[in-house]
């Protein structure tokens, strides 16, 4: 948001008298800020090192952040665009290859350089620096001041003396790094590789002056131990590191400026401010480097912060308002820094990828840059990495065809299983065939059914449809005739599953997972554990009980074969039955179906193999799991990688990794996409086939995972509850009339976005003169 104008509104929230801790660049630029808005404000800021001291080398600012800073502080945009080096393009270089992509339009300069500009600025304005000089404690800040702003970084003792109101949680993370410079200047953003005896390590390299560069050396805690690094001091390293990356430095060394190896501390505080004390920037949020947003968010924080100053009637709506307003930015920007963070920590997985795919993989890690954003910054690179891949001319990549045994899908979009709860007796009735018909015939290369239960017992309300009763299967082909016969190349999915312990509970609309008020059947599952504290505590199943279920599945999966569906789907997560085996949260079992993983997949492996049996030959048959409880003590992302294992040797085509719904009191961590990295992870230690889901909206997110190789399809279930043709509509969007997008004939007049009103209008022609 812009600041607003010098004297708009006075002092505004009376903050007359301002005491910055900390003169790094987000305390000096609220501090020039706050007094440029009003010039009788006193603002004193308390540095403890000197005006030359600094940590790091460069900074680099986005186009959007120097947008903010022209607004906010003309002199200081001014001042920085004398200041800059610029340039277009990433390199990245691994085994030998450098690819290019062009277009991202970096701009940076030397942090010692931006601080001088800050100091000189601050200066002008009058802002009292404090340099060599500790701040007083907070409380006596906070006693003789209107506001306190604490922008004493990610270190902060503020943070520290008021943890009890800010409640902060400092998580660190799995690389060690070091920050190093270079006496040259880098031609391009450049990210090397290097696989050697130790394990992966890598390089992020950028300039900030005609004659520097920025150099970060990173690599995982094991690696660098086993690499000796632990036991060299910082001379040492320097030169070791220089060393290793001899070909991207041309042989020049590296040099240090108080370098020290270190690992990331992602900080996350509960609340922002404690009375007129309020955290900035690294004080109050933290992002992982290799999305360069540390400064980016400080500078954003003072302009929004001296913006609500301004706005508000008072120091506490202020500092309100400017949380409001931060948090989403910044919970947006860590959770795309921690999916960048996590890539490289990860980034063994992926050095076996083709040299384009791994290009592209690295360049959308962060899902900030995507595949139609590439394409527009880039349009050759882009299609140079669809070409590898095995994109035929002027295809997306999600209308590649994918093979799992004899069944070929035309593209890789995938109708995740939706539960409908609108069947009787277990009946897929109308409903089913309109709601299925209409998502076979809006394109999608697999339609999937709702989970479809194997008993009535196994039901999770009275509205679900099931698969035990032949008058089920016969309505069921009633379903799979349709879209064979009027949506031919879409292909139709089975689910089964149990409920568990997540059974005999009303429809969703009527209260999600609340026990029927009448009517209950009696629950079954691998131990007596309730899914909630006032739900029905289920019986601990038998063998004699096990052994009767896995016969239900497979009674199941013979009907379900019989009824034409093409592929099956065993349904082994969001803690139903077969899930509840399987999580250490709900399997308290002491015989020889609980208590180590091995044990725990006993059970959903002896009825795979069951359904396995009976499930045609030629037809594929996947599995579903959550890779994650999103709960302290239950299944984890190592845990997830093994039961996928698991399951791939017993003949599963493909593993569709979804997360969580085991207990009621997970904290999953929502996002954008925010379940793919764990597909990614299986794809990539196990080898087999994964299906992403979760938060998957967009095409441009559907064409990124499949061409960076997270994932062979993707499942979108909301969306195409929003648009039952999602996938013909996404091809017409991107301008595609191929095999992988077939319009049903009775559509093909719409299979154009309809024409909208002009609105555009004549612009100036003529001018005095001509």
Same mark, same amino acid.
């Given at each position: ?9 006075? +002092? ?15 305390? !000096? ?83 010692? %350089? ?25 409380? +006596? ?16 003792? $503020? ?145 929004? !912060? ?55 993989? !690295? ?39 994918? %093979? ?214 030629? %037809? ?14 239950? $299944? ?135």
């Amino acid at each position: 948001m812009s600041a607003p104008t010098p004297g708009a509104r006075g +002092r505004g929230a009376g903050a007359a008298t301002v005491a910055v801790i900390g003169g790094g660049p987000g305390g !000096l630029y609220t501090a020039a800020l706050l007094k440029r808005l009003d010039p009788a404000r006193e603002v004193t800021v308390w540095e403890r090192n000197t005006p030359d001291d600094t940590f790091g080398f460069g900074v680099v600012l986005s186009e959007e952040t120097l947008g903010g800073i022209e607004h906010a502080d003309p002199v200081v945009h001014e001042a920085l665009q004398h200041a800059f080096v610029r340039w277009d393009d990433i390199d990245i270089v691994h085994r030998g290859t450098r690819q290019t992509a062009g277009g991202h339009r970096f701009a940076a300069l030397a942090r010692t %350089r931006l601080l001088k500009i800050l100091h000189d600025r601050c200066r002008d304005l009058g802002v009292d620096l404090r340099f060599s000089t500790e701040a007083p404690h907070p409380d +006596r800040l906070a006693r003789t001041h209107d506001l306190v702003v604490a922008a004493d970084g990610v270190h902060s003792t $503020t943070r520290d003396t008021y943890a009890a109101f800010f409640r902060p949680r400092l998580t660190s993370h799995r690389c060690r790094y070091i920050w190093l410079g270079a006496d040259f200047p880098f031609e391009a953003f450049r990210f090397e590789i290097a696989e050697t005896e130790h394990g992966v390590m890598q390089l992020h390299g950028y300039p900030y002056a005609p004659d520097a560069s920025t150099v970060i050396v990173e690599m995982r805690e094991d690696v660098w131990r086993a690499a000796g690094f632990d036991e060299l001091d910082t001379g040492e390293s320097v030169e070791r590191c220089a060393k290793i990356f001899a070909d991207a430095l041309g042989g020049r060394p590296l040099r240090s400026n108080n370098s020290t190896w270190t690992t990331f501390r992602t900080v996350v505080n509960d609340r922002w401010s404690h009375g007129t004390v309020v955290l900035l920037g690294d004080a109050a949020h933290t992002a992982h480097f290799s999305i360069g947003s540390g400064t980016k968010l400080a500078v954003e924080d003072a302009v929004a !912060l001296a913006a609500c100053l301004g706005e508000q009637p008072d120091v506490p709506s202020a500092l309100t308002a400017y949380e409001q307003e931060r948090r989403p930015v910044v919970a947006s920007t860590q959770r795309a820094a921690r999916a960048s963070m996590e890539w490289f920590e990860n980034l063994a997985l992926y050095v076996d990828q083709r040299p384009r795919q791994f290009a592209f993989n !690295l360049l959308t890690r962060s899902r900030r840059v995507t595949h139609a954003n590439l394409r527009l910054r880039d349009a050759r690179c882009t299609e140079a990495v669809e070409r590898e891949f095995g994109c035929p001319p002027g295809t997306p990549p999600m209308f590649t065809p994918f %093979r799992m045994r004899g069944l070929t899908l035309r593209n890789r979009v995938v109708v995740s299983p939706m539960d409908m709860y609108s069947a009787a007796d277990g009946v897929p009735g109308d409903f089913h065939l309109v709601h299925l018909g209409a998502r076979a015939l809006g394109g999608a290369g697999l339609v999937m059914t709702e989970m479809v239960c194997v008993s009535e017992q196994g039901r999770i309300t009275p509205g679900c449809a099931g698969l035990y009763t032949g008058r089920q299967a016969e309505a069921w082909r009633r379903i799979t005739d349709f879209v064979h016969r009027q949506a031919p190349g879409t292909a139709i999915g089975v689910q089964l599953g149990h409920s568990g312990r997540k059974g005999s509970t009303k429809r969703m609309w009527e209260g999600m997972d609340e026990p029927l008020d009448e009517g209950n059947w009696p629950l079954v599952a691998a131990s007596p554990i309730p899914y909630k504290p006032y739900g029905q505590t289920p019986r601990e199943l038998s063998r004699a009980q096990l052994t009767d279920l896995r016969e239900q599945f497979a009674a199941a999966a013979g009907r379900a074969a019989r009824a034409g569906f093409d592929l099956l789907e065993l349904h082994c997560a969001h803690g139903y039955l077969l899930s509840g085996f399987l999580s250490p949260l709900t399997n308290r079992r002491t015989d020889p179906y609980g208590g180590s993983l091995e044990r725990r997949l006993r059970f959903p492996l002896e009825v795979f193999d069951a359904v396995r049996a009976v499930w045609p030959g030629e %037809r594929p048959m996947t599995v579903r799991i959550s890779a994650t409880d999103w709960a302290e003590g239950g $299944t984890t992302a190592e845990e997830a990688v093994e039961i996928a294992r698991a399951f791939a040797a017993h003949g599963a085509d493909a593993v569709d990794v979804s997360t969580g719904q085991v207990v009621a009191d997970e904290q999953p961590e929502f996002g954008r996409s925010y379940q793919t990295p764990f597909a990614d992870r299986v794809r990539h230690e196990v080898g087999v086939p994964v299906i992403a889901v979760g938060a998957i909206s967009s095409w441009d997110d559907v064409n990124s995972l499949i061409l960076a190789g997270r994932a062979d399809l993707c499942a979108l279930a909301r969306p195409h509850l929003y648009d039952p043709h999602w996938t013909l509509h996404a091809a017409a969007e991107q301008g595609y009339e191929g095999p992988g997008a077939v319009w049903p004939a009775p559509y093909r007049a719409g299979s154009r976005r309809p024409a909208t009103g002009r609105t555009d209008a004549p612009g100036p022609r003529l001018t005095p003169g001509n």
